[in-house]
Nanobody, 127 residues
Framework: QVQLSESGGGLVQTGDSLRLSCAAS????????MAWFRQAPGKEREFVAA????????TYAEKVKDRFTISIDNAKNTMYLQMNSLKPEDTALYYC????????????????????WGQGTQVTVSP
């Protein structure tokens, strides 16, 4: 079983920055990719960014690609999401997720490809 634990959320103002962390632990943890998803009240969960553990290849949702940066420290089994120029529409519960290894060149963006999920950390951006 893999455990994922997010941290770093909070209440900020428009234009501020936050860095989220996701610490992974558990027996035989060997994910192929890790990702961030988010869900705002009344909306469906949406993909934010993902990274392949093997080579650091990243994929971003269009609405965040120029503002957010995903990274991973394999030695620490920790993934990060640096969020800059935050907007009120970024307000959501942010989840980290882990997917098993595969042969794809880029990390998956579909939530169904991720088998392990954290409990989420709340990010609130005030106008």
């Amino acid at each position: 079983q893999v455990q994922l634990s997010e941290s770093g959320g909070g209440l900020v103002q428009t234009g501020d920055s936050l860095r989220l962390s996701c610490a992974a632990s558990g027996r035989a943890f060997s994910s192929g990719a890790m990702a961030w998803f988010r869900q705002a009240p009344g909306k469906e969960r949406e993909f934010v960014a993902a990274v392949k553990r093997r080579d650091g290849t990243t994929t971003y949702a269009e609405k965040v690609k120029d503002r957010f940066t995903i990274s991973i420290d394999n030695a620490k089994n920790t993934m990060y999401l640096q969020m800059n120029s935050l907007k009120p529409e970024d307000t959501a519960l942010y989840y980290c997720a882990a997917a098993p290894p595969d042969y794809a060149l880029r990390p998956p963006t579909a939530a169904t490809r991720y088998f392990f999920w954290g409990q989420g950390t709340q990010v609130t951006v005030s106008p």
